[in-house]
């Protein structure tokens, strides 16, 4: 039996910790251009799925089967780093 862990971004939305493949805060990541030009092109092809109506601390970068998604948390990077590690 495989034991599969999961990880709670916020308001119901939960990920599998073998689809992650990094864990951002937003506030830093998105003054560099190629986070910002990654961000945009993620948006464009519907891979983006914003977990909370409050202001956001970080995103998720995830991929199964080939597929990107990015989740965008109110959560702070931290907070799921530590949550991750349980």
Same mark, same amino acid.
């Given at each position: @039996? $495989?034991? !599969? @862990? ?7 939305? %939960?990920i599998? @910790?073998? &689809? $992650?493949?990094? $864990?951002?805060? $937003?506030?830093? +990541? ?5 986070? /910002? ?9 519907? !891979? %983006?799925?914003?977990?909370s109506? &409050? @202001? #956001?601390?970080?995103?998720? %970068?995830?991929?199964?089967?080939? /597929? +990107?998604? %990015?989740?965008?948390?109110q959560?702070? #990077? ?5 949550? +991750? /590690? /349980?």
């Amino acid at each position: @039996m $495989i034991n !599969e @862990m999961y990880l709670h971004l916020g308001n119901d939305t %939960v990920i599998r @910790m073998d &689809e $992650i493949v990094g $864990i951002f805060d $937003i506030e830093n +990541a998105s003054l560099s251009k190629y986070t /910002k030009y990654f961000l945009g092109q993620s948006t464009k092809r519907d !891979e %983006v799925f914003n977990v909370s109506y &409050e @202001m #956001p601390k970080s995103f998720i %970068v995830c991929q199964s089967h080939g /597929k +990107a998604t %990015v989740y965008i948390s109110q959560i702070s #990077p931290q907070t799921l780093l530590k949550r +991750a /590690k /349980k």
